[in-house]
Nanobody, 115 residues
Framework: QVQLVESGGGLVQPGGSLRLSCAVS????????LGWYRQAPGKERELVAS???????NDGDFVTGRFNISKHTSKSTVYRQMNSLEMEDTAVYYC?????????WGQGTQVTVSA
């Protein structure tokens, strides 16, 4: 069974940075896309960013230059660098993998931006 293990969430002050990591228990060659979604209280889950096997990136509508997604070229791991965090970025962040023909999700990691 495919497992996604997330790390890197936590409490950070406004303007701070966090780096999320997600390791997938699957051969990198089988993974088509890796990415991050987030869900804030009372809101729907939304795309943060994804990257496919060819390195093509897809950012969510709200993403600015503050966030950057990257993946390890030989490991089944995806990273999310988040800078200049704002209180509105507070949410549970979920790792997502699409491995034909199924979607897989991590358990979620809480990111709280608060003074």
């Amino acid at each position: 069974q495919v497992q996604l293990v997330e790390s890197g969430g936590g409490l950070v002050q406004p303007g701070g940075s966090l780096r999320l990591s997600c390791a997938v228990s699957e051969y990198v060659s089988r993974i088509y896309t890796l990415g991050w979604y987030r869900q804030a209280p009372g809101k729907e889950r939304e795309l943060v960013a994804s990257v496919d096997r060819h390195g093509n990136k897809n950012d969510g509508d709200f993403v600015t230059g503050r966030f950057n997604i990257s993946k390890h070229t030989s490991k089944s791991t995806v990273y999310r660098q988040m800078n200049s965090l704002e209180m509105e970025d507070t949410a549970v962040y979920y790792c997502h993998a699409y491995i034909p023909w199924s979607d897989y999700w991590g358990q979620g990691t809480q990111v709280t931006v608060s003074a």
